[in-house]
């Protein structure tokens, strides 16, 4: 699955005439179910993020801020790394031991002392800067199998 946000549109009415402005959009992102099949068990990986083609800088890890949402529910905020009870956590696979998210580096999410998904299921990912609470990445569903 991939999925982009390059050459979504705006709609900018700021007077009788509707203008159409393209929005700038600087990351892309594919999203996989991760191998390990869905169980009943709270510590599943449920599944990956690859960063794709873009335009914007290396994303720091430290300022990554990653929620999901199982088939629609309530935004979980995963934790960074390690597992520490709250519901989700997010780790790194990545080519480089470097502070940053560079290109086709992947990130995996799994459950955490929860089961969020008994069988398959749609996790809906939001990736944010933390610093400022821009969007990274807005609303990506991957089916988790």
Not at 84 to 106: M, N, P, R, V
Not at 109 to 116: H, R, V
Request: hydrophobic share 35%; with cysteine.
């Amino acid at each position: 699955m991939s999925f982009s946000l390059a050459g979504c549109l705006e709609e900018n009415s700021a007077d009788d005439t509707s203008v159409v402005e393209p929005i700038y959009t600087e990351y892309s992102f594919t999203g996989q179910d991760s191998d390990p099949v869905i169980t009943s068990s709270n510590d599943d990986e449920l599944i990956q993020l690859t960063r794709t083609e873009d335009t914007g800088d290396d994303l720091n890890w430290a300022i990554l801020v990653v929620k999901i949402s199982i088939d629609a529910g309530a935004w979980i905020t995963c934790d960074h790394d390690q597992p520490s009870g709250d519901g989700c956590f997010f780790t790194k696979i990545e080519s480089s031991a470097d502070t940053k998210w560079q290109l086709s580096e992947k990130i995996s999410i799994a459950e955490d002392s929860a089961n969020l998904c008994e069988s398959p299921c749609d996790v809906e990912v939001e990736l944010r800067n933390g610093v400022d609470d821009s969007w990274i990445l807005d609303g990506m569903v991957v089916y988790a199998n």
